[in-house]
């Protein structure tokens, strides 16, 4: 199966695996599945999960402001 890594809120990676449907099993810092599922079409769009270049933008604006 396929992964995906998206940030969390705290900008935390996490580690995910399709598991069909549009689901994903969040995987532990192991590889192994800690039984959490996520839709990542809905956990993107209401923005509790990130991808990665918007996790980056994030840094790019948190840096500049921390900049000033």
Do not use: P, W
């Amino acid at each position: 199966m396929s992964s995906v890594t998206a940030y969390n809120r705290r900008g935390e990676r996490i580690v995910l695996q399709a598991v069909g449907h549009g689901m994903y099993e969040q995987l532990d810092s192991g590889g192994k599945g800690t039984g959490c599922l996520v839709n990542l079409k809905t956990a993107l769009g209401c923005g509790s999960l990130f991808t990665e270049e918007q996790h980056e933008k994030y840094l790019a604006k948190k840096a500049k402001r921390q900049g000033k």
